[in-house]
């Protein structure tokens, strides 16, 4: 596919480059293009844009990616009634006794 074809290819509008204006768009207008597509095309052009990324030392925050796991197994285990949910003070209230017990197990 050719580079205009590429660029034409959502709906036959350009969306790098405004031919009457004859320049490259900015990032700004660039963004604000790309949002008013439909989710459909945002998703296939946010899809082909993550392909074309060949760089595949490009680093991933793993850590990122653990903690949104974590937190759907935290609300997987609320929904499911695995676990229970807590008021603020009822929190506090639980993790002042823990400590005191804690504390109290050291000194002696």
Avoid: W
Wanted: without cysteine; aromatic residues 2%; hydrophobic residues 35%.
């Amino acid at each position: 596919m050719a580079y205009n074809e590429a660029i034409n290819s959502h709906g036959g509008h350009s969306l790098l480059f405004d031919p009457k204006a004859h320049h490259m768009a900015t990032a700004t207008d660039l963004k604000t293009q790309v949002l008013a597509l439909s989710e459909p095309e945002r998703a296939e052009l946010a899809s082909t844009l993550l392909r074309s990324l060949d760089d595949v030392s490009t680093p991933v925050d793993e850590s990122g990616i653990e903690l949104e796991q974590l937190l759907q197994s935290r609300i997987d285990d609320v929904e499911s009634g695995q676990a229970e949910l807590l008021e603020l003070d009822e929190a506090k209230t639980e993790l002042r006794r823990l400590r005191e017990e804690r504390l109290s197990g050291q000194s002696k």
